[in-house]
């Protein structure tokens, strides 16, 4: 099913008209499709039938609550990287259990919240992390589940700020450190050794890198299992890349079937955290142009979404497709920088679009349900976009638009008497 088509030259969202969605929530606003959701997790589980796995979402790509919670109802476990996230997917109903988290710098508070919960697996990506996770596992009478997350150094030729996997990047620790970590954990009365995990980056349009990292972990397996340390779980992170333009990322399916392929008939849980491809294209951000300026280099319009809303063009060079919501038949095609009000040049969703538009035209920007609203702020001064889940021929207020009123609430003026 197609969750975002053009009807009579009118976009549409499922079963409502994104005309008349940001008539009723205004804009910019962000609109999530609940079959778009519910298919992408799909075919992951339907590609994994047959073998254990566990597909946590990786929450940082789209944390709205109305979205975890499809996914929970959907039975999807979550990839977390903060406290902050876990509270978030016991709100939307999610099952501790099926938990992992993941992050660099995880504080001792926050171990000890995702302990007491009971969460699947802590991803460890350090020995001084391991050495705190004891601690804090052991103060409160816990044994705390881990895998440790190697840094395969392959190259995941994608761009270089969400490339992960490289060993001059800060994630994940050397396969020799991780050989010592798992000796060391095997010692420690309050920690069970359950897997490994690799996360070597975002956007990924090929499957050779998968297949390189999967073949490395695998070595590792192999190595601790001579050793008597038995692992149970394989996590091999996310990193699926989408289409935003002419991308040619393999599909779920064929990704899977590689990764089954390459672990062969091993007695190993399989565990993915895919976040992208399953939010990214289920999700569109309507803007409305405000005004039009042309110069004689340039043609301006002037939308109500900027890099506040949506950084990706400004953060990675992002090429996210933007089209009228109205396809029109008379005007002209021009090339358009779409630029919002914000006070940066960088404040730009598309240059040299070729569109036929005027002032007070809708458009959507596509692509837009994946590290979007999460990566929000609120720079100068702007309250955050309203989300919108669409149900079929329902919408539902997934976040309401921030006011001033709660942009101001949490500051305060000068004591009286200074
Ligand atoms: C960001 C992240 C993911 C999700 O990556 P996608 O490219 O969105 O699939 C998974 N695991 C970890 C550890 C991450 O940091």
Redesign the pocket.
């Known amino acids: 099913m197609q969750s975002f088509n053009y009807r009579d030259g009118e976009l549409y969202v499922e079963g409502l008209s994104a005309r008349a969605l940001a008539a009723e929530f205004d804009t910019p606003c962000y609109v999530y499709s609940r079959a778009a959701l519910e298919g992408a997790l799909n075919e992951y589980q339907q590609a994994l039938e047959g073998i254990p796995h566990l597909v946590c979402y990786?929450v940082?790509?789209n944390s709205n609550l109305a979205v975890l919670e499809v996914l929970a109802r959907q039975g999807a476990g979550f990839?977390i990287?903060s406290v902050g996230e876990l509270e978030r997917v016991l709100a939307a109903g999610g099952d501790p259990a099926k938990v992992v988290f993941?992050?660099v710098a995880k504080k001792a508070s926050e171990m000890a919240r995702a302990l007491e919960v009971g969460i699947h697996c802590f991803?460890l990506e350090s020995a001084a992390e391991l050495e705190v996770l004891n601690q804090v596992a052991t103060e409160m009478d816990k044994v705390a589940p881990i895998s440790v997350?190697v840094n395969p150094d392959v190259d995941a030729r994608t761009h270089p700020y969400?490339s992960?996997g490289l060993k001059e990047n800060k994630?994940g620790v050397t396969m020799d450190e991780a050989l010592r970590m798992y000796q060391r954990g095997a010692e420690l009365p309050n920690i069970d050794i359950q897997g490994l995990d690799c996360?070597i980056?975002?956007?990924l349009t090929e499957l050779s890198p998968f297949i390189d990292a999967i073949e490395r972990q695998l070595s590792l397996v192999d190595q601790l299992q001579s050793q008597g340390i038995t692992i149970h779980h394989l996590d091999i992170?996310?990193?699926?890349g989408v289409r935003y333009r002419d991308e040619t990322p393999p599909s779920i399916a064929s990704y899977i079937e590689a990764v089954r392929t390459a672990i062969g008939d091993r007695p190993l849980q399989l565990v993915l955290?895919?976040?992208?491809?399953i939010a990214a294209n289920a999700g569109i951000l309507l803007t409305r142009v405000e005004y039009t300026k042309q110069t004689p280099e340039r043609n301006f319009a002037l939308i109500d979404a900027a890099m506040n809303d949506m950084i990706r063009p400004a953060l990675y060079q992002a090429w996210l497709d933007i089209k009228t919501v109205s396809q029109r038949s008379e005007g002209e095609v021009l090339d358009w920088d779409l630029v919002g009000p914000v006070c940066e040049t960088a404040d730009f969703l598309g240059k040299e679009r070729p569109l036929n538009i005027e002032a007070g035209e809708l458009l959507s920007v596509f692509g837009a349900g994946?590290?979007g609203f999460v990566m929000s702020s609120n720079y100068n001064t702007r309250g955050r976009a309203a989300e919108v889940l669409v149900d079929g021929e329902r919408a539902h207020l997934a976040r309401e638009r921030e006011t001033i009123e709660e942009l101001l609430r949490l500051e305060h003026r000068l004591p009286a008497d200074s």
């Not at 955290?273 to 491809?277: D, I, K, L, Q, V």
């Open positions: 990786a940082k790509a990839d990287v993941s992050g991803n997350r969400i992960t994630f996360h980056g975002s956007q992170g996310g990193g699926l955290e895919p976040g992208r491809s994946a590290y």
